[in-house]
């Protein structure tokens, strides 16, 4: 059994800021990143799909001990969104670390952007991953 959406295909779709999920023709559900099969029912039965990108904080952490490569980003904040076509997802948000407390994040609406790391010595070379901002 093949990836309908490999890891390098979804990485490559969010460098050029389009957040790529997978929908499940058999029960509608979608998943994203990416598995091999639906997290609902379990069917190979999926197709590519584009997602909007908005949604809203369901929780948050702020970031103190960075991981190797990211040292000089500390502090930063890591959302839980749940997208508007129903998957949650994790990205980083863009917002003042110091500033973020339940009661001005949780529940807010955010969109969707894209930020690039460079790689580390354990990884492959640059990673994309979602970087949200607070709606207007």
């Known amino acids: 059994m093949?990836?309908?959406l490999?890891?390098?295909e979804y990485n490559d779709a969010l460098k050029k800021n389009k957040l790529l999920g997978?929908?499940?023709k058999d029960c509608g559900f979608i998943t994203v990143p990416s598995k091999m099969v639906c997290r609902k029912c379990s069917s190979t039965n999926l197709e590519i799909v584009q997602l909007k990108g908005t949604g809203k904080?369901?929780?948050f952490t702020t970031i103190f001990v960075a991981a190797e490569a990211r040292e000089c980003e500390c502090p930063y904040t890591i959302v839980m969104v749940e997208?508007?076509?129903g998957p949650w997802i994790m990205?980083?948000?863009f917002v003042d670390p110091n500033r973020a407390t339940m009661d001005n994040l949780i529940g807010k609406r955010v969109d969707f952007g894209v930020k690039v790391f460079p790689g580390d010595r354990?990884?492959?070379?640059n990673i994309a991953r979602p970087?949200?901002?607070l709606a207007e």
Do not use: H, V
Request: aromatic fraction near 16%.
């Open 2 to 4: 093949d990836y309908k």
């Open 6 to 8: 490999p890891f390098a």
């Open 22 to 24: 997978l929908k499940c």
């Open 57 to 59: 904080i369901q929780t």
């Open 83 to 85: 997208l508007d076509e």
């Open 91 to 93: 990205g980083n948000l």
């Open 122 to 125: 354990y990884s492959a070379g």
């Open 131 to 133: 970087q949200f901002s």
